[in-house]
């Protein structure tokens, strides 16, 4: 079983949709939790930080339950900008564990 | 100020060869971690430097090893390249090796190995 898991997708929406991204976590021991972007054949890039209590940044809200081990991510109003693969990220101590990275693909 | 750079951008490479990758840090990041991306999977780690000593490993053969200078800069080394070698080799860096700092990531390495 793979530390972080997420649907690979790709999640082909039309612009102005809302869309939910989910990934859970095997290590109980994570200690901080993010999303990052990844445009094609670029490098990952932080979009946001991910607290239990929930987190909004404009368009994109995260969420994150421990006891479950579970992490979310909501676009509303999708752009065309917003085409990425979103990868999800946990740490433990200093090391990073990236999730296989969900695509999104929004559409005119 | 300059972000993360790596060296070469592109690389291609024989089955059995060896390969040396490089990475400088951002001014003023004292770590570099090293990250393996094959196509369809999220970046895998592979090595953490902090002050030129190794912080952390990931589950890579010794095939793979790594430094850190004493001006930061790092090197990624690969022996006896098998082509499931191939990947972007990512590196990134922060302010230092305790995790509390957010790590930036240079635009990769992409190697082939054929």
């Known amino acids: 079983r793979k530390e972080v898991e997420q649907d690979p997708g790709p999640f082909n929406v039309p612009e102005g949709a809302t869309v939910a991204f989910n990934c859970t976590y095997s290590n109980s021991a994570s200690q901080s939790f993010f999303w990052y972007r990844q445009d094609c054949r670029k490098e990952p890039k932080l979009l946001m930080s991910?607290?239990?209590s929930g987190n909004e940044d404009g368009r994109f809200t995260a969420q994150l339950n421990r006891a479950s081990q579970y992490i979310s991510l909501l676009i509303r109003d999708s752009k065309l900008s917003d085409s990425a693969t979103y990868l999800c990220?946990?740490?433990?101590?200093?090391?990073?564990?990236f999730g296989g990275g969900t695509r999104l693909m929004v559409k005119p | 100020d300059a972000g993360v750079t790596q060296s070469p951008t592109h690389l291609i490479k024989t089955r059995g060869q060896h390969v040396t990758l490089r990475c400088s840090p951002i001014s003023g990041h004292k770590s570099v971690s090293w990250y393996q991306q094959v196509l369809g999977q999220g970046p895998q780690f592979i090595f953490q430097y902090y002050e030129k000593e190794e912080r952390g490993r990931g589950n890579f053969p010794d095939r793979f090893s790594a430094r850190q200078f004493p001006n930061y800069s790092s090197e990624l080394n690969v022996n006896a390249l098998l082509l499931g070698d191939s990947a972007l080799y990512l590196c990134?860096?922060?302010?230092?090796?305790?995790?509390?700092?957010?790590?930036?990531f240079g635009p990769g390495t992409r190697l082939t190995v054929t």
């Open positions: 990134a860096s922060s302010l230092d090796g305790t995790g509390t700092y957010e790590q930036y």
């Open positions: 990220v946990v740490k433990a101590g200093n090391m990073l564990t």
């Open positions: 991910v607290y239990s």
